[in-house]
Every structure is written in structure tokens, then in C-alpha cells.
């Protein structure tokens, strides 16, 4: 996938990681799309290295998407975890 991929999956995945986890977060659209590329990337280690499975495949395959959001909703949650300690 190319770089434009991996932008969309990721401001799309981020913003359905901010939809489930619902609350105040700084940061707008470019926070919300890092956390989603970085949530991508850490689903598709994630499902390798604990189900051995494949799970970034392409851009339209569902395994794709499932383990951005997963991969966002974690990172999301430590992203809290850590700026509510600073505040």
C-alpha cells in the first residue's frame, strides 16, 4: 500500500478509535491520523506475532481495517494515559 493508503486507513481508523473511546483529546485531525497510522501498524504486528496471521493485506480487505481500529483504540488509551499524567 502506498503512503496515501496508509493516510486514509489511518485518519479513518483514528476516527473511529476517538468515536469508540469517547472524551476530550487534544490534537485534531493530524494527532488523529498519526494515532491511526501508528494503530495500523501496531494491529498488523500484533495479529502476526499473536494469531500468525497476515492481517495488513490491502486496502479494501476487512483484516486491514479491524486491526487499524484495534491498533488505534490501544494506542489511543495510552495516548490518555500519558497526557493525563502530565496535566
Not at 31 to 56: A, C, D, N, Y
Not at 61 to 69: E, F, R, V
Request: hydrophobic share 55%; proline share 2%; glycine share 20%.
Amino acid at each position: 500500500m502506498g503512503i496515501i493508503a496508509w493516510a486514509v486507513i489511518g485518519l479513518i481508523a483514528g476516527a473511529i478509535a476517538k468515536a469508540l473511546m469517547p472524551g476530550k483529546d487534544p490534537g485534531g485531525c493530524f494527532i488523529t491520523m498519526l494515532i491511526g497510522i501508528g494503530g495500523g501498524l501496531l494491529g498488523g504486528w500484533l495479529g502476526k506475532v499473536i494469531f500468525g496471521v497476515h492481517s495488513i493485506n490491502g486496502f479494501f480487505h476487512l483484516s486491514t481495517w479491524i486491526a487499524a481500529i484495534i491498533g488505534s483504540v490501544i494506542l489511543l488509551i495510552l495516548y490518555r494515559l500519558t497526557l493525563g499524567r502530565n496535566r
